[in-house]
């Protein structure tokens, strides 16, 4: 993680500092290696949030694009289950910031635990991915709308066709919305949407982005 409690403050990680994680409280040791993005890391165990995903640069950058209170922040559910939200806006909105391949129980696990939440997932993690999406969409008409075919092997889409919204960053190849994806047809729609725009619009409050859902909601 990124942030840990120390002197009462949460702060980054810097070499020899020794802080307290804010969901269990437990003593972290500050990794400021050369190799490792510099993190905070539980002395004793694995990080105590099983949703935890360890992180790299696309996960800091994302999360850096937002304020550092809204950061990593904790949550305890009524039946005391603990989980640290990659972002958590002032209006509540919860945004996860995935690279790692999770398990769908998983999936609708974490959004039923957050409610109000979005996916926002790294579509480099395999090299193809983006080149292909560019390849099986069509240009994107007026409102930006691109229209899609999966061929092949890619389990990209299939892997997060939920309910809620689902963004997906393939870098050079755009940042898109999956407003639509149906696993039978292997046919889709997506939104080109502006990243700038998107942190403005989600730091906003003024939207959830749940009007239209995911990628599985009916259109
Ligand atoms: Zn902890």
């Known amino acids: 993680m990124k942030l840990a409690l120390f002197e009462g403050q949460r702060r980054a990680p810097a070499p020899g500092l020794q802080g307290q994680c804010p969901s ?3 003593p972290v040791m500050a990794k400021c290696g050369n190799y ?13 949030d099983p949703w935890w995903e360890s992180e790299g640069e696309w996960h800091r950058s994302w999360k850096d694009r937002f304020p550092q209170e809204w950061q990593e922040i904790p ?3 009524s039946t005391g289950e603990r989980h640290v939200a990659d972002i958590r806006t002032p209006a509540g909105l919860v945004i996860e910031f995935q690279r790692s391949t999770i398990h769908p129980d998983e999936v609708l696990a974490r959004q039923a635990y957050y409610a109000k939440m979005i996916w926002v997932i ?4 395999n090299e193809f991915d983006p ?4 390849n099986w969409r069509s240009q994107p008409n007026e409102h930006g709308l691109a229209q899609f075919a999966v061929f092949g092997r890619s389990k990209l889409f299939e892997r997060w066709h939920t309910e809620k919204p689902v963004f997906i960053d393939f870098g050079k190849a755009g940042f898109w919305r999956i407003a639509h994806y149906n696993p039978k047809t292997k046919r889709g729609v997506a939104l080109i949407v502006d990243k700038e725009a998107f942190v403005r619009i989600a730091g906003s ?3 959830d982005f749940s009007g239209q859902g995911g990628p599985a909601s009916p259109l």
């Open 122 to 125: 790294d579509g480099c993690k």
């Open 36 to 48: 490792k993005i510099w993190h905070w890391a539980h002395k004793t165990r694995e990080h105590c």
């Open 131 to 134: 080149i292909n999406f560019s």
């Open 75 to 77: 949550h305890q559910s």
């Open 205 to 207: 409050g003024s939207t």
């Open 24 to 26: 269990c409280g437990a």
